[in-house]
């Protein structure tokens, strides 16, 4: 997977408003109505991140998830990134966060 340039990054960051850039990285705080609903959250996160097989780092504090993606492997930024944060974004959507 190429590591997307800045120009690139800028243009999938419009399409997925939740999401700030730090560095390399892309980051999202979920904030879900309960604990139960942000571990439902995790758990479908989950599923989507096998099928693509791209995984993000998920930090749980009650009922806020905080996500962080990067592709490791091209050294920043990469098409999987955004598709992922859709993704995640949809799911958090679904479940009312």
Same mark, same amino acid.
């Given at each position: 997977m190429d590591r997307?340039? %800045? !120009?690139a990054i800028t243009t999938r960051l419009a399409e997925v408003p939740e999401w700030r850039r730090?560095? %390399?990285e892309i980051r999202r705080t979920v904030t879900a109505p309960d604990f139960r609903t942000a571990i439902a959250i995790v @758990?479908?996160?989950a599923e989507q991140a096998e099928k693509l @097989?791209?995984?993000p780092d998920i930090d749980i504090r009650w009922r806020r998830l905080h996500l962080v993606l990067? !592709?490791?492997d091209a050294g920043g930024l990469t %098409?999987?990134?955004?598709?992922l944060a859709a993704r995640i974004d949809a799911i958090a =959507? %679904?479940?009312? =966060?």
């Open positions: 997307l340039d %800045d !120009t730090e560095g %390399d @758990n479908d996160v @097989n791209h995984h990067t !592709t490791h %098409d999987l990134d955004f598709k =959507a %679904d479940h009312g =966060a």
